[in-house]
């Protein structure tokens, strides 16, 4: 069973707007961050943004003001908002958690599968 559920992503033309988010499964019991992060082809994976449960957030080179990342704690869920896309920002969008068991002391990254979010005219 697939730990992280993303959701949204798709086909958009330059200029507009897309807004993914991200579920994580209760086999997650303490998640301490949230985010995104993407790969674009012939590119390495490279940050979006990410969140803690405090509402601290960190976001990838030239994105905050366009991009805008949001937790939901009590559903365990993560949204992206993306304004302005633009061709570049085509990519594979992949959901990532840092969380941890009840039963362990340490924390784990988590991944989903990604979505993919494609930006042309």
């Known amino acids: 069973q697939a730990k992280l559920v993303e959701s949204g992503g798709g086909l958009v033309q330059p200029g507009g707007s897309l807004s993914l988010s991200c579920r994580a499964s209760?086999?997650?019991?303490?998640?301490?961050?949230m985010g995104w992060y993407r790969r674009s082809p012939g590119f390495e994976r490279e940050l979006v943004a990410m969140?803690?449960?405090?509402?601290?957030?960190v976001y990838g080179n030239n994105l905050e003001g366009r991009f805008i990342i949001s937790l939901d704690s009590e559903k365990d869920t993560v949204y992206l908002q993306m304004n302005n896309l633009k061709p570049e920002d085509t990519a594979l969008y992949y959901c990532?958690?840092?969380?941890?068991?009840?039963?362990?002391?340490?924390?784990?990254?988590?991944w989903g599968r990604g979505t993919q979010v494609t930006v042309s005219s």
């Open positions: 969140i803690n449960t405090t509402g601290s957030t």
């Open positions: 990532k958690a840092i969380g941890r068991m009840l039963t362990s002391m340490y924390y784990l990254d988590y």
């Open positions: 209760r086999e997650i019991d303490v998640i301490k961050s």
